[in-house]
């Protein structure tokens, strides 16, 4: 993400900001673009050797990076990588929820256990994850949180449905919090994606038939990049979003 072409937020300098699943993908995009801005970026991933990488890169470009390995279904390791992130940055002031699964799966394979872990990794730990960071907030009078939803509900997409009801989930949980934490001071919003053209998308998914598809449904020519997506959890991190809460700010192309 090229800082010449993208809007600077005084208030993000020295902001401490936590994102989940933020070694690849739309996640290391989220991590460059707080990086830049110069707050002071946590980030959790379970891939170590990618996120040591980009930790390592941005501290020696001078960011204030801290990277935890860290499996976010995994409750009590989450809380513990956010306390030692906290200690190193203080409070957590922006809290971006962004680790997700998106693998397909057959509603008439699905057991139990492998709803429970869907549902694990797309939609609890950014309930435990405000939980953890609320309280620091609201000492310090305020604070962002970015849920990350999904237009994939919203179009009815099929081919994952726990994936589906745990983002239709992500917004009724963003609605709430909003109201609880609202008078703190905290925003609470969730940035929708598009069909964003990770590594991970373009391996598995994108083909001829899926570029048909974005070409049809998009309102603008072209493809959602991660960096679009960054754009936006930067804007609602940042105090220039003073009045936002509550809302989905979607970044699909106009597909929805």
Known sequence: ????????????????????GGATGIGEALVRGFAEQGAKVGFVDLAETEGKMLADELAAAGGTVAFRQCDVTDIEAYRKAIAEIEILHGPTLALVNNAANDTRHDWRDVTPDYYDARVAVNLRHSFFAIQAVAPGMIAAGGGSVVNFGSIGWMKASGGY?????????????????????GKHGIRVNT???????T??????????????EIDNAQCLAGRVL???????????????????????????GGWV
């Open 1 to 20: 993400m090229g800082t010449e072409n993208m809007a600077n937020y005084p208030s993000l300098k020295g902001r401490p900001v936590l994102i989940s």
């Open 161 to 181: 449905p726990i994936y589906a009801s745990s983002k239709a989930a992500v917004h009724g949980m963003t609605r709430s919090f909003a109201r609880d934490l």
């Open 191 to 197: 940035l929708v994606p598009g069909w964003v053209m």
């Open 199 to 212: 590594k991970r998308q373009l391996d598995l998914w994108i083909d001829d038939a899926a570029n048909a």
């Open 226 to 252: 991660p960096d679009d997506i960054a754009r936006m959890a930067l804007f609602l991190a940042a105090d220039d979003s003073r009045m936002c809460t509550a809302q989905n700010f979607v970044v699909d």
